[in-house]
């Protein structure tokens, strides 16, 4: 399974807007779908957001309402739309592909970095 791919990461205001894109070869035809997690600097990596093929998605109670999650099959391609940022959002940012028995074999992208600061 391919490597996802990620970009898009950068400084915004708090309050601003990012957009992050994961390209991830294989997503139109991978049951397993997308996911986005972070990792503030000396936390854990949490989960963020996901989205299937089908079109099924899910987020974080942190996230709902701010983020939006979709995706573009014709490229494999999957956005995470990031809105009323607030530096408790500065993360490094990943997103993970999925295969196997239950989407047990995950690939993880080099992730972007994110930084919320005025």
């Known amino acids: 399974q391919a490597q996802p791919v990620e970009s898009g990461g950068g400084s915004v205001q708090p309050g601003g807007s990012l957009r992050l894109s994961c390209t991830a070869p294989g997503f139109a035809s991978n049951p397993c779908g997308v996911e986005w997690y972070r990792q503030p600097a000396g936390k854990q990596r949490t989960w963020v957001s996901s989205?299937?093929?089908?079109?099924?998605?899910l987020y974080s109670d942190s996230v709902k309402g701010r983020f939006t999650i979709s995706s573009d099959k014709d490229n494999d391609t999957v956005y995470l739309q990031m809105s009323s940022l607030t530096p408790e959002d500065t993360a490094i940012y990943s997103c993970k592909t999925s295969s196997g028995t239950m989407c047990r074999i995950g690939v993880w992208g080099q992730g972007t970095q994110v930084t919320v600061s005025s």
């Open positions: 989205i299937s093929p089908t079109g099924t998605k």
